[in-house]
């Protein structure tokens, strides 16, 4: 392996094409601003290095960066890049990873508006983050112990389970296809519209209007706090434990829930069944 430690490199594409090589303690910042400093490269290990510009890491594989800080300068940091290891960095640019596969990313912090667009194979744990437009059309999805705040997460997403998560987001799962959520706390407006096989269990749901026009819905012993008008036109197996406070016309299903501030169903083709049942 070639070891490059404690330099300071601003050339455009400055270790370009390298193969088995382990930077240490670099900076990657200066004057002549070059970008893609470690593009089209394999087996790389990064370890305690700055990055203060755009488009360090495309193509890569093979790619491992540890205890590091991509700053919101460094722009698109990760795309079209495989086998990526990720721990105990910032990644603070706008759009960091995009159109990567076998990713793992363990205690992290992000601060990245479309993180993530289009990854396949991914496992998250132990991180935080804020975003707009978190993991769209992203598969194949593992996260654990992940905290997001910010609009637009998870849409078009399939093939994902997340557990003991928090989320502080809108318009969350729109579209989502064969997604688990389990033992987490989802809160925001508009949740999950239009997903499709889409399981909640153990969890507590907050804000207005979520789970509509549904397929294949199901709610599994699940809190729900200030939602009014759910599940329309949504087709939903749900067993709640808390008060609602309005349900709209399911199209079909069964929702048991203690209590239902109101039952609306107006609609000649909500053929969805509300029962109200104590739970003590």
């Given at each position: 392996m070639t070891v490059v430690e404690k330099q300071t490199l601003d050339e455009e594409r400055a270790l370009y094409g390298s193969k088995g090589i382990i930077i240490n303690d670099c900076t990657f910042d200066g004057p002549a601003d070059?970008?893609?400093a470690v593009k089209e490269a394999s087996?790389?290990?990064?370890n305690r290095c700055f990055f203060n510009l755009r488009y360090p890491f495309w193509h890569v594989h093979e790619l491992a960066i540890h205890d590091s800080e991509m700053t919101?300068?460094?722009r698109a940091a990760l795309w079209y890049?495989?086998?990526v290891a990720v721990t105990g960095t910032k990644m603070h640019g706008i759009k960091a990873f995009r159109e990567c596969s076998d990713v793992v990313i363990r205690d992290c912090d992000i601060a990245s508006p479309e993180f993530g667009w289009s990854v396949r194979n991914i496992e998250m744990t132990d991180?935080?983050?804020e975003s707009e437009y978190f993991m769209m059309r992203s598969e194949d999805m593992v996260f654990k112990n992940v905290?997001?705040?910010g609009k637009y997460s998870f849409q078009y997403i399939k093939n994902a389970v997340f557990e003991n998560c928090n989320f502080d987001t809108k318009d969350a799962f729109w579209h989502g296809e064969n997604v688990v959520v389990r033992n987490s706390v989802v809160k925001g407006e508009y949740l999950a519209w239009y997903?499709?096989?889409l399981t909640f269990e153990n969890c507590k749901i907050i804000g207005t209007q979520p789970l509509c026009y549904c397929k294949n819905l199901k709610l599994i012993d699940c809190e729900m706090i200030e939602t009014d008008l759910c599940f329309e036109k949504s087709e939903v197996e749900a067993r709640i434990?808390?008060?609602?406070l309005s349900i709209k016309n399911p199209l079909s299903g069964t929702i048991v829930v203690p209590e239902a501030g109101e039952i609306i169903m107006d609609d000649e083709n909500a053929k969805g069944e509300v029962r109200i049942i104590s739970h003590t």
């Open positions: 070059g970008e893609s087996d790389v290990q990064v919101a300068l460094c890049s495989d086998h991180s935080v983050a905290s997001l705040k997903a499709n096989g434990t808390t008060p609602v």
